[in-house]
């Protein structure tokens, strides 16, 4: 007994001194090198964001060779948790510099912590899709640098798809009752899914989110009132229902059944953010097989077109409270998010980031030919990202959507009608976010 | 024969508990020599990729930082709050006054607020002591575990008085009647109580990924909730499963090294 | 204990003096920080005082009271079933004619080494519609014949999670049940042998009496932490489907981070846990009192 006391006090003692030399390590070579002034910056996901910054990164320090400024690209998992934590303790030197904040969070981060985020006029809104421009700005000032889009297409099994008839041109600038008609048909035929959202549909807010913007309708009014029993609203859960009676549509419980049945055949067809596109091409047997159209419209709402999103992140300025690595930080978004095409270009062909900014569009990787898909498809990507509908998210579209949870599955099911499901989500969504 | 068909039953009940335990871990070592689309495909067989994905996993994440970041964190937390619960425990225990057992019923009462309470507060004053990406961060709230204070306290509760009585008789002081009397007999409380604390701080998730953000800090758990956490590309699987097994080993090795003393003393050697 | 004089009863002060300072520093005063909030509504970095607001408004609120629910489904059922297997694992693994005996331990206990995330990854995995459970039970075992939907279904993901956290804790529990079995000694079984009492009645009148204040720990601990379940959950079902698996703890995650952050809100509900779980463990600790 005594001896496993003792080597268990041995080795503690031996790693905690450690620990300390390591510890007092740290914090002397941050301190020692008080002449530079290091921003830090917070990314989401180590396939995309992070690895798309380093690269913002390195060519900035190719290009400012003595700013004196270092840069630090951080992953961090949770992420909206651990941002919220952060920003909540209000310690503003322990803020990072810049941050990555998905497009739906925005408004919410903004609102909850207005003076801990930088404005920043510097950037010109005007060279990036107009769409950007309500999620970035906040009570008429710049916050944002607009960043990739998750402008939406509809992706498809061209091979299956034209087995039975159907054809490119048929699927283009549709509607969705026709889309329901030609799917009905491949359905018949194939025996397969054909629609496939990654979660369960009564849990899925994509297609809700895609269907309702492309119609230039939020769940909220521009003034931030529910908007649930609009026209445009009712007309979009129809739309699924619709879908669903037909059985075109398929819900899978997470991601990766999803993209299980994308990889063996047994689902044709996903509607999806321009992100979808290097899971689909990451199988590469499936080279020449799928297809890329239009997203079909609502028939019943004026106005709705044939272009949405889902998706898509911008990225911010916080104020740390120490101007040097502030101004920085800004100066390091200005020049490389909104002003060097040559960097756009780079990271869409290494991340397939689809950027939100014009001027890099008239680089010729943006009109070459897609050789997975045999189609124009970023040049896709870049004329319909300008043509969706700019619509205000809101800051509370994650609560209603967890009131769509308890209620949405049972009106597709057919077990609720319209009418009641609208009421109930009202109610429900009135005590969800009742403000006392 | 009745004996037999019991201890038939016994055997089957074991093997089969026995089975469903590992299931698990077997399909995760098939999954580790399989690549990332036949893992998502539920591929059962062992497949070829095995060096591949160990190749991978080392190349690609700084696997072998965060060990070490976690090892560190694990290590410390499970020496220095055994000491201090240990200690505690045998003054609420053997020492009681009033005094006494009011703090140890708040103390016990405190087990019960949920963490998300106190992690703001807590985030807060790390930042004040300028101890933010910083190992001690975590180290340093998880010393005093109420739960380990809890156990020791349980355990100690059938210790018999006598023996401390008759040792203070022969004239030790108390620390050391702690340190030769008390502790040799609760070896296997012990043995039990640094298994749950190196546990507990080797899997610890939520506070480390509030506290530690660069990533030369970073801890297994962290790693591992990071790759998976990609929704939108495709997360390497086969890294994930190298991940989880990686993360595995040292909690099966502490196990097997602390089973002999279960094992010791059960012999009865601790009975007085 | 009340011969404990003046002297000795000082010197059981400097042994709880380390755990005090711990606790007075990251335990109380976090706390008296977060008891403001409960009286405040916080949006962000504004806060309002609404003095007991947050405790009408959770009178009202549908998720909290079915979110509640949930987590008593979970501990009605799952506690006492994983428990019960502990105790008789133990046992069985205590007895010394057992062969390879150090082996079926480690076996057993084996789950609780996975981290909470990665054991619900790989769940998710095996019971997904077309995941290696129902393969198993269609082409195998050919008791179904049509894949069951564990996780699509609000009875089945409950289920599921139910098994979840019987894996990964049931060893776990029979560790402690195997520690406080070392203090049973051996002579009392081979008395109550040769009296002639069989197997069960010795496992009735001698072990549990025996692992009694065992019991009671986990009994406590699971009550804990089984209302304050997360991660499972989250990982597994994210709550579905319909949020028939939404627990409590995830709610006050939800309110914190995935909501318009609103701390006091979720102060408060973390608060009303504290409440019943505080109730729930009073009674445990009553009812084991009583038994003697």
Redesign the interface.
Known sequence: MKKFTKALLGVGVVLASTTLLTACGNSSSSSSKSGTTTVTIWADDPNFTVPNMKTAVKMYNAEHKNSGVKFKVQTQGDYVTKLQTVLSAGKQSSFPNIVTIEDYNAQKMLSSYTKYFNTNSDINLNNFSGYKKNIVTYQGKTYGVPFDSGVSALYYRKDIFAKYGVKAKDLNNITWDQFIKLAEKVKKGSGKEILGTGTLLGQDPDMIRQILQSTGNWYFTKSGKLNVNSTAFKETIKTIKKLNDAGVIKGYSDFNSRNKAVFNGNDLAIVEGAWYLPTIKSDKNMKGKWGVATVPRVAGVKGAVNSTNEGGSSLYALNTGNAKADKAAKEFLKTMYDGNSKFYAKVLKDQAAITTYKPAKKNKEWKQTDPFVGQKVNQYFATNMNKIPAVSYGIHSVELETVFQSNLGNYYSGKTSLNSTINKIQSAYKTQVNSN | MTSKVSSFFKYLFIIICSFISVFPFIWMIIGSTNSSSQIIAGKMSFGDQFMNNWHHTFAQTAVVQDFWNSLKIAVLVTVLSIIVSALAAYGFQIYRSRGKNWIYSIFIASMMIPFSVLMIPLYRMMTNFGLVNNAWAVVLPSILSVFLIFFFHQSLETFPIDTIESARIDGANELKIFWSVVLPQLRSTFAAAAIYSFMGAWNNYMWPLIVLQSDDQKTLPLLISGLSATTNFSIDYGIIMVLIIISTIPIFVIFLFLQKYFVQGMTGANKG | ?NG?NER??R??????G???I??V???????L??VK?VFS?I???SS?F?GF??F??LF????FWSSLGNSFLFLIVEVPIMLI?AIV?AV???????KL??F????????????????S??????F?????IN?FLMNTLHVISAPIPW??DPVMAKVVIILALL?RWT?YNM??F???L??V??EIYEAAEIDGASKVQQFLHITLPALR??I??TAV?ST?STL?LF?EPMNIT??????SSMTI?MY???V??????N?GY??SL??V??FI??IL?LIQMKVAKNDD
């Open positions: 204990m404990v000795t009863n010197i059981g002060w400097w042994f709880i380390l755990s005090i711990g606790f520093v990251f335990m109380l005063y976090p706390i920080n977060s909030l509504s949006s962000g970095d309002t609404v607001g947050n009408v408004r009202h609120d549908n998720v297997f694992l069985v693994l205590n007895s010394k004619k057992l005996r150090g079926w331990r480690l076996l057993i206990f084996l789950p609780c080494v996975t981290s909470l995330v990665s054991y990854v790989l769940f998710k995995m095996l997904s519609s077309d995941g290696l393969t996780l699509t894996w060893g560790i402690f195997l520690a406080g070392q203090n000694s051996e204040p065992i009671l720990f601990q804990i304050q991660d994210a709550g579905g489907p319909n949020n703890a006050i995650y939800n914190s981070f995935k909501f318009v952050p701390f979720a102060a973390s608060y846990v504290m779980i505080l463990s």
